[in-house]
């Protein structure tokens, strides 16, 4: 299993693929996220809640083998949620290492160029590049499991060439 998580200072959106390819497309084994039921107008008291949440499902519902591989921060917006998204990030980072479940990081602008050739896609081009080339459905909600495939797809390439 192979895991791609776009965290943002709301929730973690994930998306779990199979290692293996069919028909030469990555396999979708689930989408959802974690931390849209935590409450709280400030990303900080969003935090613990979704780092309790992320580990308890690590714990529970990760098997051996699995890795994740998480969108870096990206420095866009103010100072003040990219101190809040490096927080997000870190906090996927030290549950993986509790759950002794391997994480990488990616940036965005890599990603986005391995996957969809362009490294400074949108969010929308991002959605409408996979919708037709992946055949990813357009009604995904929230808009964030787009990017959290194309982390996973690009970790699922990286993957594979070192299994090679």
Known sequence: MLFGIDPNTRYLAI???????KEGRPI?????VIGQEV??????????????LFGDW???DVHDGAVV?????A???GSRSLVQMAAMQTAVQLACHRAGVPCHMVANTLWKKEVIGK??????????FLQMHH????????PDLYDAYGVAVAGLKRHRLDVE
């Open 15 to 21: 998306v779990e693929l199979d290692l293996k390819l």
């Open 28 to 32: 979708i084994r689930q989408t959802f």
């Open 39 to 52: 409450k709280g107008r400030k990303a900080e008291d969003r935090l613990l809640p979704i780092f309790d």
């Open 58 to 60: 690590l714990h529970l």
């Open 69 to 73: 591989w998480c969108e870096a921060v």
């Open 75 to 77: 420095f866009a917006g």
């Open 119 to 128: 490294g400074n896609a949108s969010k929308e081009e991002v959605a409408a």
């Open 135 to 142: 055949g990813l459905p357009a009604d995904w909600s929230p």
